[in-house]
């Protein structure tokens, strides 16, 4: 069965940092792109964070210098380090993984992790 689980969201002030991790199972992230997005209350999901397979990265310009995206294909899992957060990150925030193989796109969603940002 195919799973992303995300973790390490929680309540965290402004100015600092979480890490959320995604755990991936019954698949191999290896060939994958694997991102990061988030959604904020009546607000549209975006993309914040897409790591290639080959290890390229990209962000958004609203997290860029903030947060960093890396993968480990040993322990099938991407992570998001997030520094400098502030209230509009506030958010519950989820991994993907896709790839497309001769033509058939295969895309994976996690179930999400809140992130709330607030003094």
């Known amino acids: 069965q195919v799973q992303l689980v995300e973790s390490g969201g929680g309540l965290v002030q402004p100015g600092g940092s979480l890490r959320l991790s995604c755990a991936a199972s019954?698949?191999?992230?290896?060939?994958?792109?694997m991102s990061w997005h988030r959604q904020a209350p009546g607000k549209e999901r975006e993309s914040v964070a897409v790591?290639?397979?080959?290890?390229?990265?990209n962000y958004d310009d609203s997290v860029k210098g903030r947060f960093t995206i890396s993968r480990d294909n040993a322990k099938n899992a991407v992570y998001l380090q997030m520094n400098s957060l502030n209230p509009e990150d506030t958010a519950v925030y989820y991994c993907s993984a896709e790839r497309t193989v001769v033509g058939l796109r295969s895309k994976y969603w996690g179930q999400g992790t809140q992130v709330t940002v607030s003094s």
């Open positions: 019954g698949f191999t992230i290896s060939n994958y792109a």
């Open positions: 790591i290639s397979s080959a290890g390229g990265t």
